[in-house]
């Protein structure tokens, strides 16, 4: 009975709690049903808190017979990714180093998230502290693509974006350093927002880079983002680099239409070496759709384009190296015991770290070394303004900028772990946002062909900083553009799950 | 050669704890002697997800500490991590300011005269304290103090001698008591000392190779090792040998300093700006308001109180802390003259509270009740003595001045009628004496005075009698 | 061409207190000497002159007052330490050296 609902969105769950359609309590159990069904294959979580999702469910149960109000998302199961701190939940930020660890105060996001009335479920795996674009790296067992298991689901928000497809929970919040919330929505065809820089707390989300990490929401629906993001969004005490401006009615802004909105198409990306023809043919048709629906498309230039991946993994992987320093066995997590301090450090994080985040720190402490710094750090650090710099000079001449998420729909499990520089290549599209701060949206767009197989293909959006109200607008006209996006669900859903 | 064939030449590097009620980055509570491990919260232990937030009572009482050394604040200022491994460091980096500190320049005023010229003022969290040998082979870490506001005040190598170090850290530690921005503890460690020493050939303009003393955390320290420092680097440039760049421990026992670490295995610190920070700016209408609300500093204080024509000695007593200070020229507003004042606070009012143990802050004498007591003296209402116990009366709590001369009857007797009464019968009780005294005995003078004072309990105007007395021996 | 040889893995690993072993050496000397060289084509780029970027910045800096909050029971404090007694974190004898 409650299986029907799911599969639809977050505010239409959220309703049907409110008008009493259905139990929250039943709402969890049917998507626990689900998650029971596919996690085997799929594999997006990392930790499920029965018990306590079960009692925050019965909460809002309890609450709506006693005639309280209820929270925009009273009653909606969601997931987090394990980046997330939750109070009392183990949270492992799928490293080894923290193996056991739970946090002894809550975060920002679960406590918004709580006090909206959502169900948390439970913590969805990622790629080891974020680091990695197809959730392969770290100790646990790989994630698989629902819309076909032999693939990546992307990452390093994987866990997320493939629960999400599977329709587990209607909602997911992911992070985002230099894409890992939209290149994996864009591989399991949902929809992901990379919010502004400063526009969601940090607090409560283990750091990978801090100048670029942003928390931000996946879901099915591009208006469920609008109602994450306003309960995410807003200045938080506990981060000094959080702003403090209004949101505006994110909600509202996704009734608004893609006439009259100038759209910049940056043509020079799409000679891009590696572009698959298939991704490349999907955002063609994208920009068409847009043009008919009263888009106007206008030709931008990025000059520093093809220098942001080097700029980014220069400048992430110093912020990596320093900010897991504090991993050194002592006040939390794993340790290798030695009665020399120096082997115990060096054996504890030896062990703790996956090969990826090891060579990302070993990159990081490169850079930064002082008879470096000045060659790598320093000067990456000017070529992230001049690649800012080309975004505010594009943004005078549109109101978006549209690309592809990734030039690829996706790739094989194992295909791409020995080869860490092409994967770093592939985040092409999608780390000048994070340089830059600013707000970006995968909706979507279509489906291409990888060899036999067909896969999701997304649709990123990019808009001038603290502007999200413009991706929503675009994104969710766009949605509307294409219904029938939204019927196709995975293979796996059809073949036994559901 | 020998030491004095060779120029010392001394630098600091000072770090003092800011007097606030919780951490640089977090709203953990911080105060001394809490049970190890009391005064920690997520941040300050490093758990993941944890982010600085800055105080601004610290940036406040950093900034005026700033202004008072007449540096030039930086309207703009960052951040960076500095990074080491170490036990009693849980981030695995300090938050400290790198390229770019709030404070540039400035000086500390040590003597008058002279000052020692500053490079930089920047703000930075302290470490953890390490407990050695908790158990064989096994250390313990206490994180009460990881977090702390401190300031590090860097100066140039411009000190030519040990114990102007000492003064310079002396005038400091007066000064931030002096601005409440902080308790200047040494022996609390809220003031720690690290020296740049090196010597050069007299007449050499080139500085010598420097070695840097750590914690050096008492005056007599500070000087003490400079000295060591000073005869191992002469003795090593005698035998025509190089000083090696090194971070240096003194041996107080044994008052010689060692190499801790050389140059060559110095640490890369990886320094870069604190991503988690926003800059730091300083507003210029913000820096004028924290200017104006400066009070008068010690140098200014002590030349005005010169110009008033007291003593150096009386100056420098004045001008121990500020509260002294401030007390004084209350009294003086209240109508006292300025070296009565001073009399009374450096003496009978500075006794009575180192007796009491009280702070000048809660002293029970008003100035307006110090002053009113030297008041009753000027108009000879009442003589030196009684003053002493009024003044004891009202520290006492007993009541305002003028109410305890009148219920004590302590008014001075000055009616020259009734005094000459007196006189007449005592001269006339000791004929001896009276006889001895006119026959030029001159210290018999006394005694009769004295026996004046008795008869009168205290209360005769000594002029007066000395007076009568003057017309008594004249008559014969 | 290694561009970040065998010798200078070494010296980065100890900095970063990473226990590598040879084949780790041999791999990550790989690793690096070829992401490196992606890396110095920012050397291509004219910089003379531009500020460098940090992050994006929050309009006005956000500070705290000084209000002090209620710290961790000890016994939270330390719950999730690897090595503790009632009142230390512990750890193996070191040098003390800062
Ligand atoms: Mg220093
Ligand atoms: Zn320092």
Known sequence: MAAEFVGMGAARLAAAVAEGEVTAAALLEAHLDRISALDGEVRAWRHLDLEGARAQAAAVDAAR??????????????????????????????????????????????????????????????????????????????????????????????????????????????????????????????????????????????????????????????????????????????????????????????????????????????????????????????????????????????????????????????????????????????????????????????????DEVKRRIMLGTFVLRADSYEAYYGRAMKVRRKIAEDYTAAFARCDLIASPVSPVAGFRLGERVDDPLAMYLSDVFTVGVNLAGLPALSVPSGFAKVGERELPVGLQLIAPAFEEARLFRAGAAFERLTPALRERVPPLLAKGGA | MSLHDYELVVGLEIHCQLATRSKLFTDCPFDTGGEPNTRVDPFTLGWPGTLPVPNAEAVRLATRLALALDCELQAHSRFARKHYFYPDLPHGYQITQADAPYAKGGAIPFAPGKALPLERIHMESDAGKTTHGVREGVS??????????????????????????????????????????????????????????????????????????????????????????????????????????????YEVDADRTWVMRSKEDAADYLYFPEPDLPPLRLEAAWLDAQREALPEL??????????????????????????????????????????????????????????????????????????????????????????????????????????????????????????????????????????????????????????????????????????????????? | MARVVSDEIRALARLCRLELEEAEIERFSADLSRIVAHIETLAGIEVEGVEPFVGPEAPAAQLRADTPATPLARERALAPVPAHDEEFVLVPRFKDEM
């Open chain 1, 65 to 354: 017979a006693r005639g309280e109000r209820l929270g925009p998302l009273a009653g909606v199961p969601v997931g987090l990714k394990d980046i997330f701190v939750v109070e009392g939940m183990p949270t492992q930020c799928s490293s080894r180093m923290l193996e056991g660890w739970v946090p002894g105060y809550q975060g920002t996001h679960a406590q918004r998230m709580r006090e909206a009335g959502a169900v948390l479920v439970g913590k969805l795996a990622m790629d080891e502290f974020a680091m990695g674009s197809s959730n392969e790296n770290g100790p646990d067992p790989s994630v698989h693509n629902p819309w076909d298991l032999d693939f990546v689901p992307g990452g390093s928000s994987g866990g997320s974006a493939a629960a999400v497809a599977a329709r587990m929970v209607p909602l997911s919040l992911g992070s985002d350093t230099g894409g890992s919330i939209r290149q994996p929505a864009s591989f399991c065809g949902v929809a992901g927002l990379k919010p502004s820089y400063g526009r969601v707390s940090r607090a409560g989300m283990i750091a990978f880079a801090s100048s670029l990490d942003q928390a931000g929401p996946m879901a099915l629906e591009v208006e469920d983002l609008a109602l994450a993001l306003e309960l995410l969004a807003g200045a938080d005490p506990k981060d000094a680099s959080c702003v403090d401006l209004p949101v505006p009615d994110l909600r509202a802004a996704c009734r608004g239409e893609l006439a009259g909105m100038r759209v910049g198409l940056h043509r020079a990306a799409l000679g891009l070496e590696g572009l698959d023809a298939g991704v490349r043919a999907c955002f063609e048709d994208a920009i068409a759709r847009m043009r008919e629906a009263g888009a106007e498309i206008v030709d931008i230039e990025l000059p520093h384009f093809d220098a942001a991946v080097a700029c980014y993994y220069v400048l992430c992987t110093a912020e990596a190296a320093s900010n897991l320093a504090r991993y050194d066995g002592l006040r939390f997590g794993h340790r290798v015991p030695d009665a020399d301090l120096e082997v115990q450090y060096a054996k504890s994080r030896a062990s703790g770290f996956g």
């Open chain 2, 140 to 249: 313990g870490v206490d994180y009460n103090r990881a977090g702390a506001p401190l300031v590090e005040i860097v100066s140039l190598p411009a000190l030519r001698s040990a114990k102007d170090a000492a003064e310079v850290l002396r005038s400091l530690r007066q000064l931030v008591r002096w601005l409440g921005v902080s308790e200047g503890d040494m022996e609390k460690g809220s003031l720690r000392c690290d020296a740049n020493v090196s010597l050069r050939p007299r007449g050499v303009e080139a500085l010598g190779t420097r070695c840097e003393i750590k914690n050096l955390n008492s005056f007599k320290f500070l000087e003490a090792a400079i000295g060591a420092e000073a005869r191992r680097q002469a003795d090593l440039l005698d035998r025509g040998e190089a000083v090696v760049q090194s971070t240096m421990a």
């Open chain 2, 298 to 476: 010690p140098g200014p204080r002590r030349d005005r109180y010169l110009a008033a024509g007291l003593s150096d000695y009386d100056a420098e007593q004045l001008t121990a802390d500020r509260a002294t200070g401030d007390y004084f020229d209350a009294v003086c507003e209240a109508g006292a003259g300025a070296k009565a004042a001073c009399n009374w606070i450096i003496g009978e009012l500075a006794a009575a509270m180192k007796a009491e143990k009280l702070e000048m802050v809660a002293c029970p004498v008003t100035p307006a009740q110090l002053a009113e007591i030297i008041a009753l003296v000027e108009a000879d209402t009442i003589n030196g003595r009684a003053a002493k116990q009024v003044f004891e009366a009202v520290f006492a709590g007993e009541g305002a001045p003028r109410e305890i001369v009148e219920r004590k009857g302590l008014g001075q007797v000055s009616d020259r009628a009734a005094l000459e009464a007196v006189v007449a019968e005592i001269l006339a009780a000791h004929p001896d004496q009276l006889a001895a005294l006119r026959g030029g005995k001159a210290k018999l003078r006394g005694f009769f005075v004295g026996q004046v004072m008795k008869q009168t309990r205290g209360r005769a105007n000594p002029q007066v009698v000395q007076a009568l007395l003057d017309a008594a021996i004249a008559e014969r």
